[in-house]
């Protein structure tokens, strides 16, 4: 099954590229419904490579449930950038998710489409995964707004 959904961020290109690209964001993002743990010891801010990761997941910053490898690429393009992490896990053999950022006049646009299959289970994951979405896009909206200040906590609500 597929999703996509988009938002307007008030800021720069360069400001939500470089911010994508780490642990602190995806964590920022994710609280408090998930916490991402990566198996390699990264830093909040260091930048993710283009490159397969093994994170251990946590629902709601405390529930384990299990471990999802994350394989990031990305495209820089003219006025847009693109981040793919084409992920699976025991439960989920596909999470196929692109982050598209597209400058415009006033900001970016930014975009989440992604594909999941987990089996029987794809409906329920589905269903998750749009309203886990919606939750990381009205927090990305919370980051922008405070200037990217709280980068790297992972307390709080939208």
């Known amino acids: 099954m597929k999703l996509d959904m988009s938002c307007d961020l008030p800021c720069e290109l360069s400001q939500s590229s470089r911010a994508v690209k780490t642990i602190g964001l995806l ?5 408090p419904i998930m916490k991402f743990e990566c198996v390699e010891r990264i830093g909040l801010q260091e930048v993710l490579e283009a490159r397969p990761y093994v994170m251990k997941m ?9 471990l999802h490898t994350m394989d990031f690429s ?10 793919r992490d084409n992920g699976h896990s025991n439960l989920c053999t596909k ?28 409906p329920l994951v589905w269903l998750f995964a749009l309203y886990f979405y919606k939750h990381r896009q009205c927090r990305w909206q919370r980051l922008v707004k405070r200037n990217f200040e709280a980068l790297g906590t992972e307390s709080g609500t939208c």
Do not use: S
């Open 27 to 31: 964590n920022y993002v994710a609280a």
């Open 74 to 83: 990305y495209e820089d393009a003219q006025g847009v950038f693109t981040m």
């Open 95 to 122: 999470w196929d998710h692109t982050m598209t950022f597209k400058a415009q006049t006033k900001g970016v646009c930014y975009r989440d489409c992604a594909e999941i299959k987990a089996g029987i289970l794809t």
């Open 58 to 66: 946590k629902l709601f910053g405390m529930l384990p449930i299990g």
